[in-house]
């Protein structure tokens, strides 16, 4: 089963912006949506947001005001940016893949998803 | 906060049945919104365990079974074993947020 392989900067100063992306390299890449989520430390899982390979985006209303979702769809690649990080923002950052383009939301799970990137914000 | 709602922990012998409930509201679960349920190991990525309520992907032992009423859902784990010791989160999606959401999790311990 093709993988999720996400990799970027894991130390962050406050005020600094995250950039994280992930790649699926299969050409089933354009018919999903794909997503991010992240865990902060003793905490549980939190949806970020989605894009499908046309740019289609969907966020979470707490995070929209500072989260970028991007896509580029020749190299099957989709980025995070998060700007104005603060220590509330240290998590595990997941990409995930999920649902289907054409289906009613949740119709789909969630069902891959990339191995984690530790992300610490702290002066 | 999630408005999905877990119990923090759930507990049981090896062998025994535990189940975990999962409850939204009618902006969610109960508006039809199909659950998905995961289980997340420590140092590992979450892993589907079911998903559409009620169905298990391949490799998925029988032992877990889910189910969905109104606008609760629930994970039941039979025959509890060792290697299920892990926090298991329930998945859906909210109109109201317009928001993919996530339940509070719950941690399994086999006591």
């Known amino acids: 089963q093709v993988e999720l392989q996400q990799w970027g900067a894991g130390l962050l100063k406050p005020s600094e912006t995250l950039f994280l992306t992930c790649a699926f390299d299969?050409?089933?890449?354009?018919?999903?949506?794909w997503s991010w989520v992240r865990q902060p430390p003793g905490k549980g899982l939190e949806w970020i947001g989605e894009?499908?390979?046309?740019?289609?985006?969907k966020f979470s209303p707490s995070l929209k005001s500072r989260v970028t979702i991007s896509v580029d769809t020749s190299k099957r690649q989709f980025s995070l940016r998060l700007t104005s990080a603060t220590a509330a923002d240290t998590a595990v950052y997941y990409c995930?893949?999920?649902?289907?383009?054409?289906?009613?939301?949740?119709?789909?799970?969630?069902?891959?998803w990339g191995q984690g990137t530790v992300v610490t914000v702290s002066s | 906060q999630s408005v999905l709602t877990q119990p923090p922990s759930v507990s049981g012998a090896p062998g025994q049945r535990v189940t975990i409930s999962c409850a939204g509201s009618?902006?969610?679960?109960?508006?039809?919104?199909?659950v998905h349920w995961y289980q997340h190991l420590p140092e590992t990525a979450p892993k589907l365990l079911i998903f559409?309520?009620?169905n298990r992907p391949s490799g998925v032992p029988d032992r877990f079974s889910g189910s969905k009423s109104g606008a609760s859902a629930s994970l039941a784990i039979t025959g509890l074993q060792a290697e299920d010791e892990a926090d298991y989160y329930c998945?859906?999606?909210?109109?109201?947020?317009?928001?993919?959401?996530f339940g509070t999790g719950t941690k399994v311990s086999v006591l």
């Open positions: 995930s893949r999920g649902p289907r383009e054409g289906v009613r939301p949740a119709a789909d799970a969630f069902d891959i």
């Open positions: 299969d050409a089933s890449f354009s018919n999903y949506f």
């Open positions: 894009i499908n390979h046309s740019g289609d985006t």
């Open positions: 009618t902006s969610n679960i109960g508006a039809d919104y199909d």
């Open positions: 559409n309520n009620n």
């Open positions: 998945q859906s999606y909210d109109s109201s947020l317009s928001a993919y959401v």
